[in-house]
């Protein structure tokens, strides 16, 4: 049966996770994430979207992307999967594909579950056992969110709007939002996001 195509849109939110082939690693050690942040850098200024969240996991990727006219999600992705898979090989000395098959993308209702969905990416290594607390892990956005540092590669003022219409409070806000949901049960989390709250295409 063919795929069906992906639906695309000017400023369409996308959540769009890409794993490693067999649950393999796709990241050994830190300058491997550095290289992937620097093509995924590269990838916003050749198509223009921009980057809301991330979180690069050890065999898996989160991403939350708004589209631009200037590329679909599709051939963003494409050209940062394969970028990144030649650097990948030629780096560890290996062969054939990083990932495995087409990355995944759910299109976000923006008003209702966006704010939701980047407290999902934010606490995978919590929920992953990794750590107790998403602020101690390096390899996401969600130290731009809490520090109230300023850095074009996150387009942060969306998400931190839907929290309170007070500037001075956002930061303090997102961060106990984004607390409240590190006791939940990992499983139901992940259910009550995704039951109807995302259209996986």
Avoid: C
Avoid at 87 to 113: C, M, P, T, V
Avoid at 150 to 170: P, Q, R, T
């Amino acid at each position: 049966m063919p795929r069906k195509p992906r639906l695309h849109f000017e400023g369409a939110f996308y959540h769009v996770t890409t794993r490693g082939n067999n649950q393999q690693k796709i990241f050994f050690n830190d300058s491997d994430r550095k290289k992937y942040l620097y093509f995924l850098r590269k990838a916003k200024e050749k198509f223009h979207f921009r980057l809301h969240a991330y979180i690069l996991m050890q065999n898996h990727v989160h991403l939350i992307i708004e589209t631009s006219e200037q590329g679909t999600i599709s051939e963003i992705m494409h050209w940062l999967n394969t970028n990144y898979t030649k650097y990948f090989n030629w780096a560890h000395e290996k062969i054939g594909h990083l990932f495995q098959g087409r990355f995944h993308s759910a299109l976000i209702d923006k008003d209702a579950y966006l704010l939701e969905v980047s407290r999902y990416v934010h606490l995978n290594p919590v929920r992953a056992g990794l750590l107790k607390h998403p602020k101690n892990y390096k390899w996401s956005s969600y130290s731009i969110y809490i520090n109230g540092s300023e850095d074009n590669f996150i387009e942060k003022n969306l998400i931190l709007s839907m929290i309170s219409d007070k500037v001075n409070s956002h930061t303090n806000l997102y961060r106990e939002f984004v607390e409240t949901g590190i006791g939940e049960d990992s499983r139901e989390f992940r259910e009550k996001l995704y039951k109807g709250l995302l259209q996986p295409k």
